[in-house]
């Protein structure tokens, strides 16, 4: 529309005045997607946008996603402004992991590695020896059992499950899950299946066991990305949240990309494939951010100091 025009502009504008670029998340809406790319920022998971907005020259990283992102990008990057449209946009893993509760089961396995998800506040990241993404839990759980350890895994247990399933680790699960993942079923996954054979089932591994054991592919969304583009199939069924068509359809124009579904009989259910917290990123609010400095992200200066440790432990692991 004329508005979101004028408003693209006005976003354009600001990053350049202000020496910023935008870090976006494969599962915010389309409209902040395609601003990123225009405007020389990056589209990316959780492990690329950290990547990204530590080794750019930028002063300001805008980013576009929830909350432990943008505490990521201040962990990393103490030296630079961190703005985010919307300091509401949090997590289901990250707000079912406070950290007083997870401090106190960690004492429990003195013994263990507390290896936690990126999904968590820089205060759980503190008390971590090892902070992962999705793209990167496997090798680091092999390296660990490689090594004898045992593990502590938190928050998300189905993808704990997984990998504790695919390395044998010895891992104590926290109890948490993503509430967009969690919803998708295997029965109507299935029944997708009957209707479009052919179809490659790529699942996210925050998905229930269920759904990961009828999977084609089981990956992060860059790896999801990335089979989209390799395996020869024309049509796709995709467990994970929608926002990631964007780049699947741009990389594949002539494929097929549907959206799994989220109850057996068309229920309702609370995210159905779209993160609500992701969503809170408007075109508005990131004006707004950008323009008068709001959103600007924070993490005391001693909890940045420890969770930096797990953090770059992860940067630094070589596969
Ligand atoms: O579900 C999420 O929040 C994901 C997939 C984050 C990430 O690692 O990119
Ligand atoms: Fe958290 Fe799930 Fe939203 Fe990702 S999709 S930010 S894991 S609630």
Redesign the pocket.
């Known amino acids: 529309s004329v508005d979101n025009q004028a408003i693209r502009d006005e976003i354009k504008a600001l990053l350049q005045q202000k020496n910023a670029v935008l870090v976006a ?3 915010t809406d389309d409209a902040i997607q395609e601003l990123a790319e225009e405007t020389g920022g990056v589209i ?6 950290a990547r990204f907005g530590a080794n750019h020259e930028a002063d300001t990283l805008v980013v576009a ?2 909350k ?2 943008g505490e990521t990008a201040k962990i990393l990057s103490p030296e630079k402004t961190i703005i985010m449209p919307t300091l509401e946009a949090t ?1 289901s ?1 990250d707000i079912g992991c406070p950290i007083d509760e997870f401090s106190d089961f960690c004492d429990q396995y003195p013994e263990r590695k507390v290896v936690v ?3 968590t506040s820089a205060a759980v990241k503190a008390r971590a020896d090892w902070v992962v ?3 990167i839990a496997l090798d680091v759980v092999e390296h660990l059992v490689d090594q004898g350890e045992k593990i502590i895994w938190a928050p998300d247990q189905h993808l704990g499950g997984y990998i504790q399933k695919e390395t044998g680790a010895d891992m104590i699960l926290w109890d948490g899950a ?1 509430i ?2 969690e919803e998708f079923k295997a029965k109507g996954i299935l029944d997708l299946k009957k209707i479009y054979p052919d179809a490659a089932i790529l699942v ?1 591994p ?1 998905s229930p066991e269920s759904v990961v054991e009828i999977a084609d592919v089981v990956g ?3 790896q999801l990305l990335n089979a989209t583009k390799s395996m020869p199939n024309s049509t796709f069924i995709v467990a ?2 929608r926002g990631i068509f964007y780049k699947m359809k741009q990389a594949s124009p002539s494929k097929r990309f549907i959206e799994a579904p989220t109850a057996g009989s068309g229920a309702t259910c609370r995210s159905c494939a779209h ?1 609500p917290w ?1 969503a809170l990123n408007s075109l508005e609010l990131l004006r707004n951010a950008l323009r008068d400095t709001s959103g600007e992200v924070f993490v005391p200066e001693d909890t940045r100091v420890k969770a930096l440790v797990p953090l770059q432990r992860m940067l630094d692991f070589q596969v």
């Open positions: 998340h494969y599962y990316a998971d959780s492990l690329e946008m996603g929830v432990f992102m997590c893993l998800y990126a999904n993404t999705s793209s993503c967009v993942h996210h925050e992060s969304t860059s994970t949240d993160c992701m």
